[in-house]
């Protein structure tokens, strides 16, 4: 039997996908847990198998957050967001950047639009990679669950 080369190459990119979820999950657990350079390793390891994957780009944007490295942690979730418009995280972190940097205006437009492009992706249910770029992966029945959107109607309403 001859396998078809475009087989082996589906099955390799999904291992290698399932290696930088397992990544991502295990360096938010860390960072969570305050430690922040064995994150950054981590997931500086996941961009390294796949440099076009965004759930490993956003969640160092995050990691630099929590380290006060708010200009590596703009330059790492910018483009995320730029080239992805419906991912409802990236500009979460982006928010979290600019509150950060005491730029409560700009933060506050960050901010807003992850919650329109959250409500956007639960009206319409065939977006799913917004969900799948959240931490656990899995999909959140409301807005309101959300960390961010808590944060963000405590501080701006």
Same mark, same amino acid.
């Given at each position: 039997?001859?396998?078809?080369?475009?087989?082996?190459?589906?099955?390799?990119?999904?291992?290698?996908?399932?290696?930088?979820?397992?990544?991502?999950?295990?360096?938010?657990?860390?960072?969570?847990?305050?430690? #922040? %350079?064995? +994150?950054?390793?981590?997931?500086?390891?996941?961009? =390294?198998?796949? &440099?076009?994957? !965004?759930? /490993?780009?956003?969640?160092?944007?995050?990691?630099?957050?929590?380290?006060?490295? #708010? %200009?590596? +942690?703009?330059?790492?979730?910018?483009?995320?967001? =730029?080239?992805? &418009?419906?991912? !409802?995280? /990236?500009?979460?972190?982006?928010?979290?950047?600019?509150?950060?940097?005491?730029?409560?205006?700009? +933060?506050?437009?960050?901010?807003?639009?992850?919650?329109?492009?959250?409500?956007?992706?639960?009206?319409?249910?065939?977006?799913?990679?917004?969900?799948?770029?959240?931490?656990?992966?899995?999909?959140?029945?409301?807005?309101?669950?959300?960390?961010?959107?808590?944060?963000?109607?405590?501080?701006?309403?």
């Amino acid at each position: 039997f001859v396998t078809p080369v475009y087989a082996s190459v589906s099955g390799a990119q999904s291992e290698r996908g399932d290696e930088i979820r397992k990544l991502v999950k295990k360096a938010s657990k860390l960072a969570r847990n305050g430690s #922040l %350079a064995e +994150a950054e390793s981590l997931l500086r390891r996941a961009i =390294e198998l796949d &440099p076009k994957r !965004s759930e /490993a780009k956003v969640e160092l944007a995050y990691v630099f957050v929590k380290s006060r490295r #708010l %200009a590596d +942690a703009y330059d790492v979730c910018f483009p995320v967001a =730029e080239h992805e &418009p419906d991912n !409802s995280r /990236a500009f979460a972190v982006l928010g979290a950047v600019l509150l950060s940097a005491g730029r409560f205006t700009e +933060a506050r437009s960050f901010f807003g639009n992850s919650a329109i492009v959250w409500i956007n992706c639960e009206r319409n249910s065939s977006v799913t990679s917004t969900f799948s770029n959240f931490p656990t992966g899995k999909r959140k029945s409301s807005l309101i669950n959300t960390p961010f959107f808590t944060f963000y109607f405590c501080l701006f309403t």
